[in-house]
């Protein structure tokens, strides 16, 4: 019977197999991520290049099996060169060279009278600082002990290098060392040690790009860097095509996002946070749906993490199983099988974020977990409760109106102003005076909750709500026309507060404050948070920054559902 087995897969010159990367079923990486933190904490300023991107990204370490000379192949070669070089040299004789040459060398200076006393000290404590301050002491680079100095450094940094080698590596060799000699060899296992940390990075994250191939080059094979490096070219042009699949654009060498890509990143975010949903409960909404308000419509959609399981349309979703599965028995579904039924929402609820952008929140990166935040709400929203108003609004000095595509590049505002005590005012009427020459750094609650109670007026919604994200007092406020500086926090600024909180009252605005820690919070802050929530019947929140994104999440999640009770 002759072999019907006639193919296969030849690799025995390749030395690796592209069988194993990637696997079309495996899950492709997450590409989107890397550059959406990247915009959190630098905004606009600091874009990622492809090639940075795909260091940054972490491939299944699986997904290298069979690709190139291995990982344990490279590092059996390095160590075998740092044994070698540890097991011929000694390095005494080059100690006792080393500081010989140097204090011959201090003996042959002569330094000015004035300069004697210090040039002794320096070299006697061997002190390479001492005698870089008293070369700047010759004031003439030119003289001869300025030149002698320039010379002597040379030698103690020499012996200090000579130094740091015999107490970092164990030498058990026989063979001397002179000084040139003894440089050159703790470059070499410096330059190991570090190849040997990368290759234990890439390991762990299938991250080739961490390598640095010109500096592997000398320690390696010629053939085998070459199987290396087009396994790195091999990773490269996978993560840049993922990062085309999930909406990330090449725009003059820097990539940049688009809505596809944001709406990635919200849902992962809103996975994330809800993963941590207890045991039993099906959804994103914890209760039950009856009384929501939303009405069914005839068109389906595929089904996603936290949708209801009220709107699945079972029909469809039994046929398409059964097309997938074609004649199969028995009958297993599955998520990819189930649509539901899409449904429109009458408005219910409106919110405006207030997003604390002054110099404090720069600490920590606490402006990071509010934007994260954000974004989070704002994908929460578009996906559940589409009938609900969402609007932003940006704290600093002044307070702006935020568009959700603007929220990503916000940045703390740069401190201008370092006096313990600030009380300024600036008519803001005159036309010679602009925001941009007023220090932007203060925090305007004041301005911020006038400009939400504003967007607020306009929703037809029966509950409307502020959410304040901010780690302290206010220091900025409005009369009339004058804008007040005041730091240390001053009363007049919290009394202005307070009474823009009551307006929003009036209006039947509630206010939540979400308080994050802060290296200057006070006790001041805490009770004026208190105040705040107690004249407007609102309610504060103290989170960790970390974990400020899931706590405003289901703060608003549970808020709907005591709406609908």
Known sequence: MRNRNIGGILHIYQKYDPVYFPSPTSEPPDVVSPLMEQMLRFGSQRKLTPEELARAVHLDPSQLAGLGPSIDFIRA?????????????????????????FHDRVNRGLPPKQSSKAYVKATHQEQLHDLEQLWYAQ????????????????????????????????????????????????????????LLKQLDEAEKSAQIAVIDLEELSEFVDPTDMQALEEMQRMIENYVREQAERQGLENRGGKLSLTPKAMRIFQSKLLERIFSELKAGRS???????????????????????????????????????MVRQADGLPLQMKSEDIVIHRTRNNPKCATVVVMD?????????????????????????????????????????????????EVIDLM???????????QLKVDMSRE??????????????????????????????????????????????????????????????????????????????????????????????????????????????????????????????????????
């Open 283 to 321: 959804g994103r909404h914890s209760g039950e749906i009856v009384g929501e308000g939303a009405v069914e419509l005839t068109q389906t959609k595929p089904y996603e993490f936290g949708d209801s399981i009220g709107n699945i349309d079972a029909p469809q979703s039994m046929i398409n199983a």
């Open 139 to 194: 004031r003439d680079d030119s003289s001869e002990f300025a030149r002698h100095l320039v010379k002597l450094m040379d030698h103690l940094g020499n012996k200090y290098q000579v130094d740091e080698l015999a107490a970092k590596y164990q030498f058990s060799g026989m063979t001397p060392l002179t000084i040139e000699e003894a440089l050159e060899v703790k470059r070499l296992l410096e330059k190991i040690d570090e």
């Open 432 to 565: 010679n005076i602009s925001e941009h020459m007023v220090h932007p750094h203060f925090t305007n609650m004041q301005h911020a909750l006038r400009l939400s109670r504003q967007l607020l007026a306009g929703q037809d919604a029966a509950n409307k709500q502020i959410i304040v994200i901010t780690d302290g007092l206010p220091t900025a406020h409005f009369e009339q026309q004058d804008l007040y500086l005041l730091y240390p926090p001053h009363p007049q600024t919290e009394s202005a507060t307070i009474r823009e909180a009551l307006l929003c009252k009036r209006e039947g605005i509630t206010i939540n404050l979400f308080l994050i820690p802060s290296w200057s919070q006070t006790e001041d802050d805490i009770r004026f948070a208190y105040r705040l929530a107690e004249s407007a019947t609102g309610r504060v929140i103290f989170s960790s920054g970390n974990d400020l994104d899931r706590f405003v999440i289901w703060d608003y999640v549970k808020h709907k559902r005591e709406m609908l009770g």
């Open 357 to 405: 952008m002054s110099g404090s929140m720069r600490y920590d990166g606490q402006y990071i977990n509010v934007k994260r935040m954000a974004l989070a709400l704002d994908g929460l929203i578009r996906s559940e409760y589409p009938g609900d108003f969402l609007g932003f609004v940006e704290m600093y000095t002044f307070a702006k109106i935020r568009r959700p595509a």
């Open 77 to 101: 070669i390095l160590l075998e060169r740092k044994r070698k070089l540890l097991e011929k040299y000694e390095t005494a004789s080059v100690q006792s060279l080393a500081k010989r040459e």
């Open 412 to 422: 703390p505002k740069p401190v201008t102003l370092f006096q313990p005590v600030v």
